[in-house]
C-alpha cells in the first residue's frame, strides 16, 4: 500500500478490484488499458485508488473527483506517479 501526501494530509493508495471496477464502469476499459495521457483517466484513477485505500486503512476520505481540477497537469501526473510507484511505503 502506498502513502501519499495532499495539502499536508496523508492519504493511502491501493487499486483494488472494487477501484477497478468503478473506473471500468465509468470508461468502459479496464485500468490494465487506459491512456495515461487521458487526464480525466489519471483523476478518476487516483481518486478510486485513494478511496479504496483510505477505506482499507480506516482513515476518512474526504477528497472529491473535483478535489484534483485545480492541478496543473504536471502535478496530476506526478501524483499518479507516486500513487503508483514512488509513493512513501507505510511500514505495515
Known amino acids: 500500500m502506498k502513502k501519499v501526501e495532499i495539502n499536508g494530509k496523508d492519504y493511502y493508495f491501493k487499486v483494488t478490484i472494487a477501484a477497478a471496477k468503478k473506473f471500468k464502469n465509468k ?6 488499458v487506459m491512456s ?3 487526464v480525466e483517466h489519471v483523476q478518476y484513477l487516483i481518486y478510486y485508488g485513494l478511496e479504496a485505500g483510505c477505506k482499507i486503512e480506516g482513515v476518512k476520505f474526504d477528497l ?5 481540477d485545480d492541478y496543473s ?3 496530476l501526473t ?3 506517479i507516486k500513487s503508483m ?3 512513501k511505503k507505510d511500514p505495515k
Open 64 to 68: 472529491t473527483v473535483e478535489s484534483f
Open 78 to 80: 506526478e501524483l499518479f
Open 36 to 38: 495515461v495521457s487521458d
Open 85 to 87: 510507484g514512488e509513493g
Open 27 to 32: 470508461f468502459k476499459c479496464d485500468v490494465t
Open 73 to 75: 497537469i504536471v502535478e
